[in-house]
């Protein structure tokens, strides 16, 4: 039986939530948030149209091991909420919702992540956990840089 992990993480950003999704429907801009020691790369030729059942190749390095991540876009609904699902890649499962919600003047961003490994338990308390608390911290660093952010409004991440 495959044990299923999750992690939620949210920040605010003083940009309209339509502002904030287009950023994040441009699949190349995930190039600039997440963490260079993943070498993390779009292979999916530009442009690439954002919708319902569009799967979009990546390259990255995980521990140092190449790695290929193909990943589907299962639910699309502008400027609101989009999910996408891992079909190829490390993880038996990796099930990533996006929502944008317009809060105090800008948009909170929401992350829940369902994911499961073959270690289980195991690799989640090793490394799994840890890596995509690094991951995230990452990717909350680069968006306030780009973005901004609210005086009390600190990002938060739970795994």
């Known amino acids: 039986m495959t044990r299923i992990f999750q992690l ?3 920040q605010w950003l003083p940009q309209a939530p339509e502002e ?3 950023f994040f429907a441009d699949a ?3 190039e600039h948030i997440t963490p260079p020691w993943l070498r993390f790369r779009v292979l999916t030729p530009q442009p690439i149209e954002m919708r319902f ?3 979009i190749d990546y390259r990255l390095r995980l521990r140092g091991l190449p790695l290929r991540w193909r990943s589907r876009i299962s639910d699309w ?3 609101y909420q989009f999910v996408d699902d891992q079909i190829v890649g490390p993880y038996r499962l990796w099930h990533h919702v996006h929502k944008f919600e ?3 003047g800008g948009t909170c961003v929401l992350d829940h992540v369902e994911y499961a ?3 289980g338990r195991l690799a989640n308390a090793l490394f799994l956990r840890r890596d995509l608390r690094a991951i995230f911290a990452f990717r909350q660093q ?3 840089e780009l973005f901004g952010a609210g005086p009390n409004n600190p990002p938060q991440i739970a795994v």
Request: no cysteine; charged share 15%; glycine share 8%.
């Open 8 to 10: 939620t993480a949210s």
């Open 20 to 22: 904030v999704f287009a």
């Open 28 to 30: 190349f801009n995930l």
């Open 53 to 55: 059942g569009m799967e």
């Open 77 to 79: 609904n502008p400027p």
């Open 102 to 104: 317009a809060r105090d």
């Open 117 to 119: 490994s073959a270690g």
């Open 142 to 144: 680069r968006l306030t």
